[in-house]
């Protein structure tokens, strides 16, 4: 057991320990794992640590001391919802991630639902199988129910099993762009006219996508209108610390109107203290995640974010083209940076196990089997070796006649 140390450790001891210690971690800068992390440069990692030390004792709730954060907090907002069509009348807030940016999407929906018509039982969110847990754990944390439809064919939500579980009780329609599982994009048109023509809040989960599906859309890729251009899209989530290269602990929730936006607040004053008001969960922020952010977008801005864009959406094709010559086909079609690919032949935990042996950290889907990735520029380099690598592992895990397939256990 660890106690705390009685004397404390000199600094190059901590850090020797620590270097020590992360040995055994996945080698991630060499493209080893397939989700977590988000790099586009040496150069971009450094302008957000950088940025990251300046503000790093700063604190985000305090933004009328810190003058400069409240400026790069709208600032931040104003570029984000620049990019995503929203109107004169659009609002939004920085949160310290996606989960946190979806809780406080269904938070608004929930506490405007029962403000325009307060009604008995618990309220209900509607959303596709392919929709991110957060949704799931915000229901769970403040008392509303989830409904989960089945895909289309193409793993895409269907808007029509989506239109048939609306009940009185459903407070909030959901899409994705693109959902996790198969990387593929929700058709949000129809979602958000299904939403317009029940009166309900629609969100876009675009964790994922915020910040890198407009930059991918000019870059040609097959991406319908999904965001605020749309009359019927209330909110929108989209993660900074992905696709945006921030630094951990950075997210962005936007609004169509000042009348949804003020559901992400709360504010208190029934205490000795006077009135505390923040518009996130969290209380205290790191200075430092506000300040990355802003300095990243500012240093990359439209023309960084086309070029590393079209650097992963040719990693994407690379990848997608590869494994479909070793007979292993694409899930859907997916057209922004996440791949999932099946195994109709092969045994996906045997091909798993032999790719971890190769020192690969593997993510799969379960419906139907497969892997999974969500790339980044550490990938671009060693697409060639994957491949090399998945042809061997492919080769002792076939289905043949006899062998039947074993369990996965898929891990986030
Ligand atoms: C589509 C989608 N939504 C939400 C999230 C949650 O984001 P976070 O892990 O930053 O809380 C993720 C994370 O991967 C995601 O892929």
């Known amino acids: 057991m660890t106690t705390l140390p009685r004397q404390g450790t000199p600094w190059p001891e901590l850090q020797q320990e620590m270097q020590g210690a992360a040995k055994d971690d996945v080698d991630w800068r060499n493209g080893r794992v397939p989700m977590f992390i988000h790099y586009a440069g040496d150069d971009v990692l450094d302008v957000a640590k950088q940025a990251y030390l300046m503000y790093f004792s700063e604190n985000g709730l305090g933004l009328r001391a810190f003058r400069s954060l409240a400026r790069f907090e709208s600032e931040v907002v104003q570029m984000g919802l620049g990019l995503l069509h ?22 608004a929906a929930r506490d405007l639902a029962h403000a325009r018509d307060p009604r008995p039982g618990r309220a209900q969110i509607v959303l596709a199988r392919s929709a991110h847990p957060a949704f799931d754990k915000a229901a ?25 579980a609306i009940t009185p009780q459903t407070v909030m329609i959901v899409g994705s762009v693109p959902a996790y599982p198969h990387g593929v994009i929700d058709p949000i048109g129809e ?3 299904l939403a317009q023509s029940r009166g309900l809040w629609m969100h876009v989960d675009a964790c994922v996508g915020g910040y890198f599906a407009p930059f991918a859309r000019q870059l040609g890729a097959v991406v319908p209108d999904w965001d605020f251009a749309l009359p019927g899209v209330t909110s929108i989530s989209a993660d900074l610390h992905k696709y945006g290269y921030a630094a951990k602990g950075a997210s962005t929730l936007f609004f169509r109107d000042a009348e949804s ?11 000795p203290r006077g009135q505390y008001f923040t518009h996130t969960l969290v209380g205290t922020r790191a200075g430092g995640a506000i300040a990355a952010a802003w300095a990243v977008m500012k240093y990359l801005g439209e023309e960084g974010y086309l070029r590393v864009t079209e650097r992963v959406l040719a990693t ?17 079609d997916p057209q922004l940076s996440i791949l999932a690919y099946g195994c109709p032949d092969h045994d996906v935990p045997a091909v798993s196990r032999a790719m971890t042996a190769r ?32 042809s061997d592992a492919l080769q002792g895990a076939r289905l043949d006649g006899g062998a039947g397939r074993s369990t996965l256990e898929a891990r986030y």
């Open 86 to 107: 929203g109107g004169a009348a659009a609002k939004g807030a920085m949160t310290t991630g996606g989960t946190e940016s979806i809780f406080l999407a269904v938070k």
């Open 140 to 164: 769970h944390f403040m008392g509303l129910d989830t409904v989960r439809t089945p895909l289309q064919a193409d793993y895409r939500a269907d808007p029509a099993a989506m239109a048939a």
């Open 191 to 193: 979602l958000a006219a």
């Open 261 to 271: 936006f003020a559901g992400m607040g709360w504010s208190f004053d029934n205490w």
């Open 316 to 332: 994407r094709q690379a990848l997608q083209q590869g494994a479909a010559a070793l007979g292993l086909p694409t899930l859907g």
């Open 359 to 390: 020192g690969w950290v593997m993510g799969h889907v379960t419906e139907p089997p497969g892997i999974h990735h969500m790339l980044n520029l550490t990938h671009e380099p060693v697409v060639g070796r994957y491949l090399a690598d998945l």
